[in-house]
């Protein structure tokens, strides 16, 4: 009799808690994260800040950036950091990952993480053919490592989650740069905890120049007319902390906060030339997935993907960039008066400003032709693997396994091309519209993208990439030929998901 009264509340429980659960899913805004999709996530105002969530601490739905933060910044331009190497074909950097504090809001001090500096780190640049050698000091008081997103490199130099630098340690790889110009950055990686240390402030730009884009002539004044931004979103408690304390909504849909920042400022300006301004925008943002216009609606170019040029710019009037995906953009502000401003916004939300001066600067033209791209051929590749992302909350899975730093998912040949099937179960709780879209990354290569669901990509999807969005119910195939050995990682790169398991391993071998 006492078991079956025991089974009967266990079963009473189960079925409220998943009701409560449900019901939280259904009205927490947890209906997708694809801009414009399912409930209320940012659907820019409406439902202000006593909506009908009701507000319990971790449902973030609407962004209140402006009432925020009223004043405006100079948006912080990172700076380049030394090569402390005179050889030209050689470049030596140091950085030291430490603890900082900023001043985000006004009279309130945010204790932050940061690479040389408080929050951030500085941009390291390199020359294709360059020797690279870059040591890694660890000041925190806990373990991290340092991965090169989007670099080519063997898997020892890589950072994944088995370089750990202990505290107190240095840690120093030396590759070279065998790839093209491109907007690469680096973050932490290490098992369970990449979410918190990029959330807190380490991450930067990887810059690569070759010989190719420098007799393009692109915009390219560092600060002037070539601009990094680096797009993330916070939430700060009333201490103006950085609260990564998960809760059930940001297990599911990743860490998502209220204010957006650029390079570590809220609501910042930055003034223009008068002419065409290159802006490399990098997603950096541990969930959000976000939706660029410019405020006026005008159109504006993307001449690169992750991994480098497009063959040729794609005139767009929207941008939908998912976390640690990045985009060159192009936008021409020549046809405004001196003092004339233009927003930068996410699905209609402004957060930065654009202010333009009377100054003319830069080309008169973008080049029509940038890099070449090559022809892709499928029957290159030497073998097809799937990869199949499903599951929500704390059981995010590929290929039905969660990671396991003794366990090889997958076992390449050195050199083989292969194409990769990517699909995203997405899990529809009511319709397909409640899925959540995945951005699938793989390490140590650069992707092209075949097909999506059997259509060619979008235009400004036809270059080099190396982290790809997944809708619910969507199948992409990639091909990559991997030229670098070691262990690497794929993984879904909200950070929450990976750090929940949502990652595997695997292995390129003679
Ligand atoms: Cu941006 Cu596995 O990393
Ligand atoms: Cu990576
Ligand atoms: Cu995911």
Not at 58 to 73: P, R, Y
Not at 292 to 300: I, P
Not at 395 to 420: A, F, P, S
């Amino acid at each position: 009799m006492k078991k079956v009264a025991i089974a009967a509340i266990i079963l009473i429980v189960l079925v409220i808690g998943g009701g409560w659960f449900f019901m939280r899913m259904m009205s927490g805004g947890a209906g997708g994260n694809m801009p414009g999709q399912g409930g209320g996530m940012m659907n820019g105002g409406g439902m202000g800040n006593g909506g009908m969530m009701g507000g319990g601490s971790d449902a973030v739905e609407d962004m209140k950036n402006n009432s925020f933060s009223g004043e405006e910044k100079p948006l912080p331009i990172p700076p380049i950091l030394e090569d402390e190497n005179p050889d030209p074909d050689k470049a030596e950097f140091t950085l030291v990952s430490q603890k900082g504090s900023m001043e985000f809001l006004k009279g309130r001090s945010t204790d932050t993480f940061g690479y040389n500096g408080d929050y951030l780190g500085p941009v390291i640049r390199v020359k294709k053919g360059d020797d690279v050698s870059i040591k890694v000091k660890n000041e925190l008081d806990e373990a991290t490592t340092l991965h090169w997103h989007g670099l080519e490199v063997d898997g020892e130099d890589d950072g994944g989650p088995h370089n750990g630098i202990q505290p107190g340690t240095t840690w120093n790889p030396q590759f070279k740069i065998e790839q093209n110009a491109a907007t690469l950055w680096y973050h932490p990686h290490l098992l369970h905890k990449t979410g918190e240390h990029v959330y807190k402030g380490l991450a930067g730009l990887f810059l690569i120049d070759d010989e190719e884009s420098e007799k393009l002539n692109l915009p390219d004044e560092y600060g002037v007319n070539d601009i990094p931004l680096i797009v993330q979103d916070k939430q700060l408690d009333e201490n103006g902390q950085f609260k990564y304390d998960l809760g059930m909504h940001d297990v599911m849909m990743g860490l998502q906060g209220d204010t957006i920042m650029v390079n570590g400022a809220i609501n910042p300006y930055v003034e223009v030339p008068k002419g065409k301004v290159r802006f490399r925008l990098l997603n950096g943002s541990n969930a959000r997935i976000y939706q660029f216009a410019l405020s006026n609606g005008q159109e504006f170019y993307q001449i690169g993907t992750d991994g480098g040029l497009m063959e040729e710019p794609v005139k767009l009037s929207s941008l939908i960039l998912s976390s640690a995906e990045r985009a060159e953009l192009i936008v021409d502000f020549s046809k405004y008066k001196e003092g004339e401003t233009i927003e930068l916004t996410d699905q209609g939300m402004p957060f930065m400003k654009f202010i333009v001066t009377g100054e003319e600067k830069g080309p008169k033209e973008i080049p029509s032709q940038l890099a070449d791209i090559p022809e892709v051929d499928e029957s290159m590749a030497a073998n097809t693997r799937e990869f199949v992302m499903s599951g929500m909350g704390r059981n995010v899975t590929i290929n039905g396994k969660q990671m396991d730093m003794d366990r090889i998912d997958e076992q390449l040949k050195l050199h083989d091309t292969e194409i990769w099937e990517i699909t995203n179960e997405g899990m529809g709780m009511m319709g397909n519209n409640m899925g959540m879209a995945h951005p699938f990354h793989g390490h140590g290569t650069q992707f092209l993208i075949l097909d999506r669901d059997g259509n060619p990509p979008p235009p400004n999807e036809r270059g080099w990439k190396d982290t790809i969005l997944v809708s619910p119910g969507e199948k992409v195939r990639v091909i990559a030929t991997f030229d670098h050995k070691g262990l690497f990682m794929y993984h879904c790169h909200i950070l929450e998901h990976e750090d929940s398991g949502m990652m595997g391993q695997f292995t390129v071998e003679e």
